[in-house]
T-cell receptor, first 114, second 114 residues
Framework: DTEVTQTPKHLVMGMTNKKSLKCEQH?????MYWYKQKAKKPPELMFV???????INESVPSRFSPECPNSSLLNLHLHALQPEDSALYLC?????????????FGDGTRLSIL | DAKTTQPPSMDCAEGRAANLPCNHS???????VYWYRQIHSQGPQYIIH???NNETNEMASLIITEDRKSSTLILPHATLRDTAVYYC???????????????FGQGTILTVHP
């Protein structure tokens, strides 16, 4: 069982829809991450939040909008996505961004864009 | 961050030790070696990490060469449930604009046979 909880597990949406992915952790971690993983490829970093502030944006298109409302929650708001955005979206958390303590991952949201 | 090189696939008999190599010849002094694995349809699972000393935990052992240019992950008694993609990642934890980022390579697909 993972200590990082992601909801929903599966999401199907049209290109004009607006939806949100949610990630929650209660380990007291102050760094949270979004990754994207296409089929048969390794995960790729999208965003990093450190102490609820955006620290890294890996040049992600604006149709993906992250939000960190508090230290336990991380959201990814989706709008006007394209079929190529279909992927597994993974959330992770760690003690702090610059510390050696490892990142812990959720099991992801599998997103399909129609 | 330094790049890593891993064999694309390996096989192991159940009950035997699985030794997964990783080359990171350009590793710098402040970079740690991390190992994660990803079982199908799950998020990456942290296994172990180290800086320069060998490390052991309940899951595995990590052997880092003295020059730190390569490492080996050892699963002492592989089971069928250890079949997964294993990622070796080098990560800086301080300094620069990308500290704390996990950059996944292609990994090694380990298949454990009965």
């Amino acid at each position: 069982d993972t200590e990082v909880t992601q909801t929903p597990k599966h999401l199907v949406m049209g290109m004009t829809n607006k939806k949100s992915l949610k990630c929650e952790q209660h380990m007291g971690h102050r760094a949270m991450y979004w990754y994207k993983q296409k089929a048969k490829k390794p995960p790729e970093l999208m965003f990093v939040y450190s102490y609820e502030k955006l620290s890294i944006n890996e040049s992600v298109p604006s149709r993906f909008s992250p939000e960190c409302p508090n230290s336990s929650l991380l959201n990814l708001h989706l709008h006007a996505l394209q079929p190529e955005d279909s992927a597994l979206y993974l959330c992770a958390s760690s003690y702090e961004q610059g510390r050696p303590q490892p990142q812990h991952f959720g099991d992801g949201t599998r997103l399909s864009i129609l | 961050d330094a790049k890593t090189t891993q064999p694309p696939s390996m096989d192991c008999a159940e009950g035997r030790a699985a030794n997964l190599p990783c080359n990171h010849s350009t590793i710098s002094g402040n970079e740690y070696v991390y190992w994660y694995r990803q079982i199908h349809s799950q998020g990456p699972q942290y296994i172990i990490h180290g800086l320069k000393n060998n490390e052991t935990n309940e899951m595995a052992s990590l052997i880092i060469t003295e020059d730190r240019k390569s490492s080996t992950l050892i699963l002492p008694h592989a089971t069928l449930r250890d079949t997964a993609v294993y990622y070796c990642i080098v990560k800086a934890n301080a300094g620069g604009t990308s500290y704390g980022k996990l950059t996944f390579g292609q990994g090694t697909i380990l298949t454990v046979h009965p």
